[in-house]
C-alpha cells in the first residue's frame, strides 16, 4: 500500500533518478557533463521522461523546493562524504517527519553498510526510520551496500543475496543493489528478498549506453522491479541523457519476464 506513492498505477515497477553523488561522491562526477551540476537538469529529465522519482537529500530538496513540483520527491535521509577512507558509516541527517512534512517526500531512503564496524548503529537507526514512515505512510527504500575491511568482495553473489535479505528483514519496501555479475545471481537476490523488491543500482557510466540496458534487461528478467540510476543517465550529454531516459523508463515499463 506504501509504493503506491510512488507508483500509482500499481505497476510493481520502478525507475529512479539518483541524484545525491554531489555529497557522495562530490562534484568530479558532474565534470564529464557540466550542466548536471544543477539539479534542475535532473528535474527536468525526470519530468519529461516519467521517473518514479528524484533521489535528492535535504539540501537539494529545499533548494529546489516548487521546481517542478509534480516530480516525487525521494529524500535520502543518511549521507556521508567520501573523503574519508575508513571504515563507512553513514549517519541520519534528515528525520522522516522533515523530509514528508517539509519536503513532500513521496518516499525516503537510507543507505546501509552491512559489514562495517557501524552496522549496528546503522541498523537499528534504519529500524526506527522504518517505524517513522509507517507512521507518516510513505515507503522505505535501503541503499544496502555491504562493505568495510570485513567484506572483500561486496559483490559476490551470496553477498547481494544477504543485502537483499537483510532489507528485507528491517523492513525495507525497496532495496537498492549492486550487479552481482550475471542473472541467476540477481535472480537469487530476488528470491532472497521476498516481498521486499528489489532495483538495480546504476554504477559506474558504461561505455555505450547499450551495456547498461543489456544489464537493466537481465535485472527485470530475474525479478527485479527496475532501478535507481544516476551517473549512467546525467553523466552523458543532454541529448544521449534524453535517448537512454527514454529508453531505460520504457523497458522497465513494459518490460516482463
Ligand atoms: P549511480 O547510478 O550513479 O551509481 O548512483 C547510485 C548510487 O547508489 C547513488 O544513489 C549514490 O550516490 C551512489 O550510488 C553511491 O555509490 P558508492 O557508495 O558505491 O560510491
Not at 539539479?39 to 525526470?46: H, K, N, S, T, Y
Not at 553498510?113 to 535501503?142: I, K, L, N
Not at 528489489?198 to 540496458?213: D, N
Amino acid at each position: 500500500m506504501y509504493l503506491e506513492k510512488l507508483d500509482p498505477q500499481g505497476s510493481g515497477r520502478f525507475a529512479f533518478l539518483a541524484y545525491d553523488q554531489g555529497l557522495e561522491h562530490g562534484p568530479a562526477d558532474f565534470r564529464p557533463n557540466p550542466p548536471s551540476a544543477s539539479p534542475r537538469f535532473v528535474l527536468e529529465l525526470a519530468r519529461d521522461y516519467g521517473y518514479s522519482g528524484v533521489v535528492f537529500q535535504q539540501g537539494v530538496a529545499l533548494a529546489t523546493q516548487g521546481v517542478y513540483p509534480e516530480v516525487p520527491r525521494l529524500i535520502k535521509l543518511n549521507g556521508r562524504a567520501n573523503l574519508y577512507k575508513g571504515e563507512p558509516d553513514s549517519r541520519l541527517l534528515c528525520s522522516v517527519e522533515f523530509a514528508v512534512r517539509a519536503l513532500g517526500a513521496r518516499a525516503v531512503g537510507y543507505t546501509l553498510y552491512p559489514g562495517a564496524e557501524q552496522e549496528g548503529r546503522m541498523f537499528s537507526e534504519f529500524a526506527q526510520v522504518v517505524r517513522d514512515a509507517r507512521s507518516f505512510g510513505v515507503p522505505v527504500v535501503a541503499w544496502v551496500y555491504p562493505r568495510g575491511k570485513a567484506v572483500p568482495n561486496d559483490t559476490a553473489p551470496e553477498v547481494i543475496a544477504y543485502a537483499t535479505r537483510i532489507a528485507f528483514e528491517l523492513g525495507a519496501d525497496i532495496a537498492k543493489v549492486k550487479w552481482p555479475g550475471d542473472f541467476e545471481s540477481f535472480r537469487w537476490a530476488c528470491e532472497a528478498a521476498q516481498t521486499t523488491r528489489v532495483v538495480l543500482s546504476g554504477g559506474v557510466k558504461t561505455e555505450e549506453p547499450k551495456e547498461f540496458l543489456d544489464v537493466l534487461s537481465q535485472v527485470l528478467e530475474a525479478g527485479g522491479a527496475g532501478v535507481a540510476v544516476g551517473r549512467n543517465v546525467w553523466q552523458r550529454p543532454a541529448v544521449e541523457a534524453r535517448a537512454i531516459s527514454k529508453e531505460i523508463v520504457a523497458l522497465v515499463r513494459t518490460h516482463r519476464p
